[in-house]
């Protein structure tokens, strides 16, 4: 977020928590990262702002979000996100009208007997429509089913505002994703998943005005499937840590840069790296 928009914090030390509404923007390669550090930072009310997502993965995610290619495939994903936020006051709350438009070209390689299959796709994605509390994070239908996020993110921030150059914030965000069936899954007649988890973690710490750096962890869960009421035997547990490197461009122009890689999975669980780019623009 840009000095423009910041708001001022006069407490030396600030505890933020709110609840959260998300759902994919795109295919779960482009999520593996989580929300990112200072996702979560309040904007003032009337703030309008346009975020340029780029992202580039290689990964073993599925289409399907908090699924994984079995048998060793593997997903591409070099693609973006153009996002407009509009931020508001609602009933004593912060919040934010959103409107998210993906693009790009995704490719799926999997083995079929002894030969490789790859499948590929390219274009504009569904525009996403979302209202949301403290942040903006949308609902959406997707994959021949529902994916709803519930996460509480939590953040501690030492210093004297959201200006001070030496600013260090702690940020905590525990979250679950729940799937609703899926009729027309790629096998069988009917699939169903359960709850995956995410425990999301950042330490933030401004270096001066313009550039603040961040590590990251990502700690995921959960998300069995099943096919025609059996089990695919197929629980997630994976451990992502990367880094980020954000810096002001101008008053009204900021950037950043993560990269994170798993470093710990089963068997069953997400591997991988992902580079996300962001150019945000204060209106």
């Known amino acids: 977020m840009t000095e423009g928009v910041r708001p001022r914090a006069p407490l030396l030390a600030a505890l933020c928590a709110s609840i959260a509404l998300a759902g994919v923007l795109w295919p779960a390669p482009a999520r593996a990262q989580g929300e990112g550090p200072r996702a979560f930072e309040l904007g003032p ?49 912060s919040g934010s009208l959103t409107a998210s438009l993906p693009f790009g070209e995704v490719s799926r390689s999997i083995k079929v007997g002894s030969a490789m299959r790859t499948d590929s796709r390219s274009g504009v994605g569904d525009l996403q429509l979302t209202a949301a509390f403290d942040r903006n994070s949308p609902v959406n239908l997707g994959q021949n089913r529902w994916a709803l996020q519930l996460g509480l ?8 505002s959201f200006l001070d150059p030496t600013l260090t914030s702690f940020e905590l965000i525990p979250s679950v994703i729940g799937y609703g069936d899926n009729d027309e ?8 998943q ?9 330490v933030t710490r401004n270096l001066n005005h313009r550039l603040w750096v961040s590590l990251d962890a990502l700690f995921i869960q959960g998300g069995e499937t099943t096919t025609d009421g059996v089990s695919d035997h197929n629980r997630q547990r994976s451990l992502a ?6 810096v002001v461009v101008s008053d009204t122009i900021s950037t950043m840069l ?5 470093v710990s999975r089963n068997h069953t669980g997400v591997s991988g790296h992902v580079i996300r780019l962001l150019a945000e623009f204060s209106l």
């Open 258 to 262: 993560s990269y994170t890689d798993e």
């Open 45 to 93: 009310v009337a703030s309008q702002l346009l975020n340029v997502y780029g992202f580039f993965g290689r990964a073993n995610d599925s289409f399907n979000p908090g699924s994984v290619v079995p048998g060793g495939g593997e997903v591409v994903v070099n693609g973006g996100i153009i996002e407009y936020a509009h931020g508001l006051a609602f009933a004593g709350k």
């Open 241 to 246: 840590l990367g880094a980020t490197v954000s």
């Open 153 to 160: 993110p939590l953040a501690l921030y030492l210093g004297d």
């Open 194 to 202: 359960a709850p995956l988890l995410q425990l999301e973690g950042h």
């Open 185 to 192: 899954p790629s096998s069988g007649n009917r699939s169903t």
